[in-house]
């Protein structure tokens, strides 16, 4: 059995979070997801709140100090990440962008990220793939397929809607396969990327 290091980055600002209860719930998918591979699994949590000063810190004087640096050995050293910010003006916070601002070029090349984000309305969904995932691809980081939104109805009754649980086991699935070694599922081939094949021959679905 091989024990994998698990990151879990969340950038909620209150106590309790919405933000740290999703990225909970995807590390407890995650964890699981590994166990089934074979594998066990330590966590490391960074609440990026209790950084805040530290950020502002490193960005005016360009170096981390002794707590900040822990907290970014923990996220470059893991073998998976898990990400979570929450949405303020239609994007990711300023203080999730600001520790990755803060990481050394080419910290996170290859790393295996499971990105999610919360808000208060359902709206803000696109949020992921508009400004999330584009950050992560530029730091060359390899972001799982699905990525994982929830919006406060979706924790209503104290429960997890039904979508969303499924969609965490999901990208769950997703970043343990990664983390494990085993690349995620290719979709089927795109008949219409092969120059090769005539418009008349798609039509009848050679």
């Known amino acids: 059995m091989t024990t994998r290091t698990l990151a879990v980055l969340s950038a909620g600002l209150s106590v309790p979070s919405s933000t740290r209860l999703l990225a909970d719930r995807l590390t407890t998918a995650t964890v699981a997801a590994l166990r089934a591979r074979g594998d ?11 950084h805040a000063h530290d950020l502002a810190d490193a960005l005016v004087t360009g170096f981390p100090n002794a707590a900040l640096t822990t907290a970014i050995d923990t996220v470059v050293g893991a073998d998976g990440l898990i990400a979570v910010t929450p949405v303020f003006s239609a994007s990711y916070s300023g203080l999730f ?32 793939e508009h400004a999330v995932r584009p950050l992560l691809s530029y730091l060359r980081a390899v972001t799982v397929p699905t ?7 979706d924790w209503a009754g104290g ?5 969303l649980a499924a969609r965490i086991e999901r990208a769950a699935g997703e970043l343990a396969g990664l983390i494990a ?26």
């Open 97 to 128: 962008k600001t520790f990755f601002d803060v990481l050394e070029p080419g910290a996170l090349t290859g790393k295996p990220v499971l990105a999610g984000a919360t808000a208060g309305s359902p709206r803000h969904s696109l949020v992921l």
């Open 147 to 153: 990525a994982v939104f929830a919006a406060a109805d």
């Open 40 to 50: 066990d699994a330590t966590v490391e949590v960074v609440e990026l709140r209790e």
């Open 181 to 206: 070694g085993q690349p995620v599922a290719s979709r089927p081939a795109d008949p219409f990327a092969d120059p090769t094949t005539s418009f008349e021959d798609l039509l009848r679905g050679q």
């Open 159 to 163: 429960g997890v809607d039904q979508t």
